[in-house]
């Protein structure tokens, strides 16, 4: 697929990405699209490499390497390449719901197992999906497309992040009613208040929003079901329930004085945000990193999303914990192609503190051992201490021990906890009456998105735990395809 040589005649070559001292100025996306020409020299270098690991999603050495959409990864490299754009768009939409938000925000599991990424620079596959998706809405190819035929079955999905709106628009399109439930004031789940308008400007989702209600897709916001709308109503009114409410339980941290003003969970931090950026500009009404020195208990994707959001707020300093050590530059001997490549990635916000602070932000194996407050209660610092791996006897697993003696003291006047999350809230499943299993997920059999309940299914975050948007789209799709085939006794879904 591609050309048969492009990937030893043309370098990788990525979108460009406006200065951090620019792009802090402001939370709008901050990478342009290359010209058309360079985009299909990148698509070129996609190799006939015979096996396809990038479409695969195998799992090796305990983390999934290849994409769980299975996108037709070379076919519509190959047809960006001959410059057939819309084939390309019908080749890339028969998998994926919604390429516009995995070619944003996807960590791009597809290019840890592309074949060129052996012994060179993987193929831009995630912008390359992202160009294909934006050609389609630039050039009105994408259109509201109405099921022909109603089935007269009325399906609710509770949750409109990304695993209830794929689902939702799998199962509208398939001719069954769909209502889509939402208990915050706007539609997308985490795809609106869990991701910063700097990886994923919010028009992107009305966008897509507005084409999922144009064929037929009912939205109602302010939802709460099990809180202000009953399960008994929703189960009495509709032939089929999914859960798609997300893993919304944060990690809290369990340490002296946590109940000092001025600790707030990541999830919360970066929704007030969002909605202050859209309800009135940023002007009031969010919680403000501005002139205080700010620390992030979390090393991962939604740390890095505070630090970016903190610096943009106008923030005095920013530290970013993380309890693991530092990864290395690059793969080791244990972590050979095509296995997830466990590297040291330098992210926006991080790039963004390098360049406002001079110093990355993250100090690694650290935690915090308690926090420090004022007689008014404010939080004015954060005792830290040193943590180094050691060997658990009783289960073999390698497990961060502190340091005796290792305590720090760090000015703080805003900690944002981002240490992931427990599983959904729940009194969701309680209403319904749906079993957990040990990890507080909703409970199914292996490979299926059915509770125990006849008639309720789940899927997403609720489903298999805190994952990826590109995981809650294959999750969707999976369970609509099931929820058809209890309604109709067959399913036409692919």
């Not at 300093?317 to 972590?335: A, D």
């Not at 749906?434 to 309720?456: E, F, H, K, L, Q």
Request: aromatic share 6%; net charge negative; with cysteine.
């Amino acid at each position: 697929m591609g050309k048969a040589t492009g990937f030893m005649e043309f370098d990788r070559k990525s979108n460009t990405a406006t200065a951090p001292s620019e792009r802090i100025k402001n939370f709008n996306e901050f990478h342009a699209s290359l010209q058309k020409s360079e985009r299909q020299k990148q698509a070129a270098r996609c190799m006939n490499c015979g096996v396809p690991f990038c479409q695969s999603a195998m799992k090796l050495g305990g983390m999934v390497s290849g994409c769980p959409l299975h996108n037709l990864i070379p076919e519509w490299n190959d047809e960006i390449y001959n410059g057939n754009w819309e084939h390309a768009l019908s080749r890339l939409t028969k998998t994926n719901s919604f390429p516009e938000f995995t070619g944003r925000v996807c960590p791009a599991l597809c290019e840890a197992a592309c074949s060129c990424a052996l012994y060179d620079d993987a193929v831009t596959v995630k912008e390359n999906e992202l160009a294909i998706i934006e050609y389609g809405f630039k050039k009105g190819l994408i259109k509201p497309q109405k099921a022909e035929v109603s089935t007269g079955k009325r399906v609710a999905v509770i949750g409109s992040g990304p695993a209830g709106l794929a689902c939702a628009d799998r199962l509208n399109h398939r001719g069954h009613s769909v209502t889509v439930f939402e208990k915050d004031d706007r539609i997308g789940g985490l795809l609106m208040y869990g991701i910063p308008n700097m990886k994923l400007e919010k028009q992107i989702v009305d966008r897509r929003v507005k084409l999922m209600k144009d064929e037929g897709v009912e939205f109602v916001t302010g939802a709460d079901v099990g809180a202000n709308i009953s399960a008994e109503d929703i189960m009495r009114d509709y032939d089929a329930v999914v859960l798609c409410c997300g893993a919304g339980n944060p990690r809290d941290l369990k340490v002296e004085n946590r109940d000092a003003n001025g600790v707030y969970f990541a999830v919360d931090f970066l929704k007030s945000t969002t909605k202050a950026l859209l309800d009135n500009g940023l002007t009031e009404g969010y919680i403000s990193a501005k002139d205080k020195n700010v620390v992030i208990v979390g090393g991962g994707d939604t740390g890095n999303d505070c630090v970016g959001t903190s610096i943009r707020h106008g923030c005095k300093s920013v530290i970013q914990l993380e309890m693991m050590p530092k990864l290395p530059e690059s793969r080791t001997p244990s972590n050979p192609w095509p296995q997830y490549p466990r590297v040291l990635k330098t992210d926006y916000g991080q790039e963004e503190a390098i360049d406002r602070f001079g110093d990355d932000p993250r100090v690694y194996c650290t935690t915090v051992k308690s926090l420090i407050k004022d007689n008014e209660g404010n939080l004015t610092g954060v005792v830290t201490v040193k943590l180094k791996p050691e060997k658990d006897t009783e289960t073999g697993r390698t497990v961060m021990s502190k340091i005796v003696g290792s305590e720090e003291t760090l000015d703080c006047e805003l900690l944002l906890i981002a240490a992931g999350f427990l599983g959904p809230k729940p009194y969701v499943a309680e209403a319904f009456g749906a079993d957990c299993n040990s990890r507080s997920n909703i409970a199914t059999a292996d490979g299926s998105y059915a509770t125990n309940i006849p008639g309720v299914f789940t899927a997403g975050d609720m489903h298999r735990g805190q994952s990826l948007v590109v995981w809650a789209i294959t999750e969707g799709r999976n369970a609509a395809k099931q929820v058809d085939e209890y309604l109709m006794g067959y399913t036409n879904l692919v």
